[in-house]
């Protein structure tokens, strides 16, 4: 009996740290990007990558507070034929609390966003010089998706898949020449930009 009872106090810690939800989980993925504001009139949506990461705050694993990066790509390259191209590539880093919940190898979450935007972007024409320029501002957004534990041991992978809203204010976008007048320059454009992604990643747990 004494054995007995002293085998469940060692392994009692042992199965708890075995049990425990990591610190903090790594992850990485695809990005599905639908523009949805005014941008979308002039650029299509793009496949980008983004990097996560998220940090446990209570002991029971409920709330995390989630940091993301992404880059997504978005080319004009309507040019009736001008052979001009306009590039604009998307860079966010955002941050913000996460709800999770746990039923068996399934985690749902819903969490907010807030942090940077930036637009990157470059033209090229043959016969004029290429030109270049940034532009950074706020963006705001919300996030839902579900986790699956493909492993759980002492690092635990998971499997995920999300869908995100993300707004902005009005940035400078690249465009090709006005595909009814294809005579003019290469050249900017104000517009709002707000965009619907789908994504999937994979998380390693620590």
């Known amino acids: 009996m004494c054995v007995l009872s002293l085998l469940v106090l ?20 695809l990005s599905g990007d639908l523009l949805v504001g005014d941008a979308s009139d002039f650029l299509d949506g793009a496949v980008g ?23 997504t790509g978005l080319v004009d390259d309507e040019d009736q034929g001008t052979g001009a191209v306009a590039m604009n590539d998307v860079v966010t880093l955002l941050a913000g609390p996460q709800l999770t919940g746990h039923i068996g190898r399934f985690d749902p979450y819903v969490g907010g966003l807030a942090g940077m935007l930036a637009i990157l972007w470059s033209t090229e024409q043959p016969g004029a010089d290429d030109d270049s320029g940034a532009e950074a501002g706020l963006a705001w957004g919300a996030h839902a998706g579900l986790g699956f534990t493909l ?30 007048n294809t005579g003019s320059p290469t050249g900017l454009i104000r517009a709002d930009f707000a965009a619907l992604s789908i994504r999937v990643g994979v998380t390693l747990g620590f």
């Open 151 to 180: 492993d759980a041991g002492s690092h635990p992978v998971v499997l995920l898949a999300e869908a995100r809203i993300l707004d902005t204010g009005t940035f400078s976008f690249a465009r090709a020449p006005d595909p009814v």
């Open 10 to 29: 060692v392994s009692a810690p042992c199965d708890a740290a075995a049990q425990a939800p990591p610190s903090v989980r790594f992850g990485a993925g």
């Open 49 to 71: 990558q983004f990097l996560m990461a998220d940090i446990r705050i209570d002991s029971a694993d409920r709330f995390r507070i989630r940091l993301d990066a992404g880059l």
